[in-house]
């Protein structure tokens, strides 16, 4: 009984001590917010409002007051080079670097900001002699990640290889990079006709990636170049098994090498079977093409309706109007021509290859998508946007 007694008379003291100490916090944090200049919180606003001009101007003015906060200035040099004032990031970044006051722990990571400023402004060479430097320091993962990108935009691809092995880690293991880099390595020797070279460089790619569609492509590319038809069917057909949407990049490929061994009927019916099983495969048009040449124009029809049928689509239905027009009046061919005319029009418009990474969309094919920078991320099949 004593002892409840006794924590009944301690209990008004606990909530005593509480209240002193959320005052004095709350003093502390008052202090605190005081103590930040004003520009600091006008650079703010207008970075919500996306006026970049005045708040670079406002945290310029800031850091000439409190030139020892590092962070701050880190964020005015990101500003400088969003704003493409890249010479007032440089020269803030090599100003940081000859105070006195920078410890040595950060020294590396100003460096790696003043190389990202020489790259934004296209001294791209000075950006690399810098993160070199830096591969042995604590920045030594983002110097790696960095020099990955200027390879890749210098198109040196050796250098690549080597920086993206060197980068291999649980999280992410670049063996689709590493292919791919290869890949571009054998599509410049196939150009100059070095058939071994590349053969030896395709194998490499699908040895550090297997379901590299792009590799058996141009596998497939020198042996028809070498004269290896059989191999080179192979190494197309063997696409089915990696990624079946690039089947439409191989087809035309196989029913060529089909037709050089005197055999386009088995051609023709690869074609068909490909498009019964994957029919969002892009293959009307050529099957239609290579039907009317070798079985007529009949065949070819029933090919081509067919197809739109399975998936009707503006390209497939622009081609079921034109296999027709032969057989309708001449007022309905004009106005059949007029359709087509509509069709054609819109289906170029609207028939893009997309990423399927961050959705960029274009009319031409990349390996590489200009927007994100993925690898083999654009979609083969054209796809209807609106």
């Known amino acids: 009984m004593d002892l409840d007694l006794w924590w009944l008379l301690l209990l008004p003291g606990f909530f005593l001590l509480g209240w002193l100490a959320a005052r004095v916090d709350m003093r502390a944090v008052l202090k605190q917010a005081k103590s930040i200049p004003a520009g600091f919180f006008r650079g703010l606003d207008a970075l919500v ?9 406002a ?20 500003l400088y080079r969003k704003r493409g004032e890249n010479d007032r990031a440089i ?9 006195a006051d920078l410890a040595d722990e950060h020294r590396d990571a100003v460096y790696f900001e003043l190389a990202r400023d020489f790259r934004k402004a296209g001294l791209v060479d000075r950006a690399e002699e810098i993160l070199v430097k830096l591969l042995n320091g604590n920045m030594a993962l983002q110097a790696r990640r960095a020099l990955l990108d200027i390879y890749q935009q210098d198109r040196d691809w050796s250098k ?3 920086t993206a092995r060197e980068l291999l880690s649980d999280a992410h293991s670049f063996q689709h ?32 990636n297997r379901k590299c569609v792009r590799a058996s492509l141009l596998k497939g590319d020198i042996e028809f170049a070498d004269g290896h038809i059989e191999a080179a069917i192979a190494a197309w057909q063997n696409i089915e098994k990696q990624n079946f949407d690039y089947l439409s990049m191989a087809a ?41 040449a070798y079985e007529g124009e009949t065949k ?29 009046s001449l007022e309905g061919r004009m106005d059949a021509e007029v359709a087509r005319a509509v069709l054609q029009k819109h289906a170029q418009r609207l028939l893009v290859h997309r990423c399927k990474c961050c959705n960029f969309r274009s009319r031409a094919f990349f390996w590489h998508c200009p927007a994100c920078g993925e690898w083999e991320s654009f979609t083969p099949n054209r796809s209807e946007t609106h």
């Open 49 to 57: 409002e996306d006026k970049t001009d005045i708040a670079a101007q």
């Open 59 to 78: 945290l310029t003015e800031v850091v000439r007051q409190q030139a020892s906060s590092l962070e701050l200035q880190f964020t005015l040099g990101k």
């Open 91 to 99: 020269r803030l970044h090599q100003s940081m670097l000859d105070s």
């Open 160 to 162: 690549a290889i080597d």
């Open 177 to 208: 990079e590493v292919a791919q880099f290869y890949c571009e390595l054998a599509q410049g020797e196939l150009f100059r006709s070095s058939l071994d070279s590349a053969r030896e460089l395709v194998d490499k790619a699908l040895q550090a």
């Open 252 to 292: 035309e490929r196989l029913f060529d090498a089909y037709e050089k061994l005197g055999k386009p009927a088995e051609g023709i019916a690869l074609l068909r079977g490909y498009q019964k099983t994957f029919p969002q495969l892009e293959l009307t048009d050529l099957l239609y093409q290579k039907t009317a």
């Open 300 to 328: 070819a029809l029933e090919a081509a309706r067919e197809s739109v049928h399975a998936r009707p689509t503006l390209s497939g239905v622009y081609r079921l109007i034109e296999a027709q027009m032969g057989a309708l």
